[in-house]
């Protein structure tokens, strides 16, 4: 069975501050797709990244990293130097290699970034 | 611009009236889905479409229906909707084929309240 874990349910930090989100995920395909979306208090899903399972290279964008681990089945979201702006729930979801392209999602990670 | 659009954003209603939420892709995009999104259980998927005319179950079918007429349309009913049909409805749609790793798109999502 596919299963993603994001463990932290909400988290509070002070703008500024370097946050680390966990995403811990479980499947048996060999090829998997691994995402991050965003979720702002407008309600909106805002795609943030897409990673294969074969491509282990972490990548940056700005403010923001993913780190990505196939030996410990983690996606971890990394927001440097965070903003106000950043408060949202963010979610990570995993999809298979199956025709459907129905995703897996963690319940979520709320952060508050707060002035 | 390439979008996703749902209709209506915010509905209330009474059970048992039938409604429809229209879901429309102007990307061209061969498969389309519709997630729920509940506190506690986070998004989890209804029907999906891999193309016209093909539609199967997702995880929690009950008490939809889905069409696909035209490629860019996906439109979800309640045939006889019930109070734990109230949620938060996301559309997504993404390119088929060999690249399966092609993002998700979603709309901006209807609320829904049953009374």
């Known amino acids: 069975a596919q299963k993603v874990t994001q463990a932290q349910t909400e988290i509070s930090v002070v703008e500024k501050e370097d946050v680390t989100l966990d995403c811990v995920y479980e499947?048996?395909?060999?090829?998997?797709?691994l995402f991050w979306y965003k979720q702002p208090p407008s309600g909106e899903l805002v795609f943030l990244i897409r990673r294969n399972s074969f491509d282990e290279q972490n990548e940056i964008s700005g403010r923001y990293s993913w780190n990505f681990q196939k030996s410990t089945s983690s996606f971890n979201f990394t927001i440097t130097a965070s903003q106000v702006v950043d408060s949202a729930v963010y979610f990570c979801?995993?999809?298979?290699?199956?025709?459907?392209?129905?995703?897996?999602w963690g319940l979520g990670t709320s952060l508050a970034v707060n002035p | 611009e390439a979008q996703v659009t749902q209709n209506p954003r915010y509905l209330i209603t009474v059970t048992g009236k039938k409604l429809t939420v229209t879901c429309s892709q102007n990307?061209?995009?061969?498969?389309m889905s519709w997630y729920r999104q509940d506190p506690g259980l986070g998004l989890r998927q209804i029907y999906y479409?891999?193309?016209?005319?093909?539609?199967d179950k997702g995880d929690v079918p009950e008490g939809y229906k889905v069409s696909r007429k035209e490629k860019r349309n996906f439109p979800l009913i309640l045939e006889s909707p019930s109070p734990n049909q109230t949620s938060l409805y996301f559309c997504a749609s993404s390119l088929s084929g060999l690249a399966r790793d092609n993002e998700q798109f979603f709309g901006p999502g209807t609320r829904l309240t049953v009374l």
């Open positions: 979801a995993l999809r298979g290699a199956g025709n459907n392209r129905k995703l897996i």
């Open positions: 499947t048996r395909d060999t090829t998997y797709y």
């Open positions: 990307m061209n995009h061969e498969y």
């Open positions: 479409s891999m193309n016209v005319e093909v539609t």
